[in-house]
């Protein structure tokens, strides 16, 4: 039974890991009028900058948290988030702000690396399935809620309430952290020198057990994201819009937490990727079948988001299921971060470009290219490994 606390607890607080990309990104608007006369993309940066540090030192991040102990880790990260977000509170100018929003990033990058190692770490083989499905529901969970709440709270105390609510949620984690997680039996700290740690992402990514897991994820976050964000806007202004941008995410978690769960007591977690990547390939095809009609195109679109919210929590069981070693593990979920960020940058850009030039077939195309991409990955992964 504590350990069924302790996942929920490290659930609880990947939320506020989340959040840190959220505070800025749900109030996007509020954030762009609280520093006026700045260009967009400067404002953009605001937001971008935390995963551009996992884009950059995701891999490097999971050799080293490792030796520092996940719990240390955590706590650590907890409280630098927590202070962090402290003293944006207090609205700096804007080359601070975009300065303590990357130091943020390694706040959150490492959060992001030690979580999900932890959860499996302390849920047994037969529910281990059921705590990453859950673990890596915390983005979409975090970004609703900041959407229900986040509003009301700025109305009420502007941005400033929203960091130090934020700072509190984190401290508080910190504290719980410290005191229900084991303690930390610690490897030796990875050389530091750059040929060493190009060695080392050389393995990495050379394993068939650590860099399957990202390889397939980064297929997930790069349709994921740019769906999610750009389907919403080929109904602009209409009903549809407003359906999809509240649904469509709710439908993700909601499938990755029955049918996938479901799914990963009876299947290996490779397979379930597999699937849900096989199903969101059907359904970009009935997209690109019934483009033009409203509701058959919501209902495709429906789809889509449920088999890409199967891949989401698969993807994750992936790890401890190829990796049974925790090591081998914070190597997989860094590669997860670094390959993740790769996918979330780009695939918005990809997309707005491939809707520009062909429409509903541009769309379906991006969609079933990377899912077929993803089938491939995980069968090929799966062969080396015998």
Known sequence: ??????????????????????????????????????????????????????????????????????????????????????????????????????LEGLSHLAIVVAAPVMTAQVSSPRWQGAAMTLYSSFFAVSFAALGLIGPSVADWGGLPAIYLGHAAYMLAGAVLMALLLPRDLRGPLPRLTLPALLTQHGRIYASPYEAAPAMGFVCYTITYVAFLTLMPQQFLGRPEQAVLATFMPLVSVGISLTLGVWGLSRFGAVRMVQAGFAAGLAFALMLWLVWGQATPTVWAAFGVAAALGVVQSASFA????????????????????????????????????????????????FLGLFCALGIAIHAAQAARRG
């Open 1 to 102: 039974m504590r350990n069924f606390w302790i996942v929920i607890a490290i659930w609880a607080v990947s939320l506020g890991a989340a959040a840190q990309f959220g505070k800025f990104a749900v109030l996007f608007d509020r954030v762009a009028l609280a520093y006026p006369g700045q260009p967009l993309p400067m404002i953009g940066l605001v937001v971008s900058t935390v995963g551009f540090v996992g884009l950059i030192f995701g891999t490097t991040a999971g050799l080293f948290v490792s030796a520092l102990g996940y719990r240390q880790v955590l706590v650590v990260a907890l409280l630098a988030g927590a202070a962090i977000s402290a003293v944006e509170a207090l609205m700096p100018p804007l080359p601070i702000l975009l300065g303590l929003r990357a």
């Open 318 to 365: 992936t790890i401890p299921q190829l990796n049974p070693e925790p090591e081998a593990r914070a190597r997989a979920a860094g590669a997860i971060a670094q390959l993740g960020n790769l996918g979330t940058t780009s695939g918005t850009p990809l997309l707005v470009w491939l809707i520009a030039q062909a429409g509903g077939t541009g769309l379906a195309l």
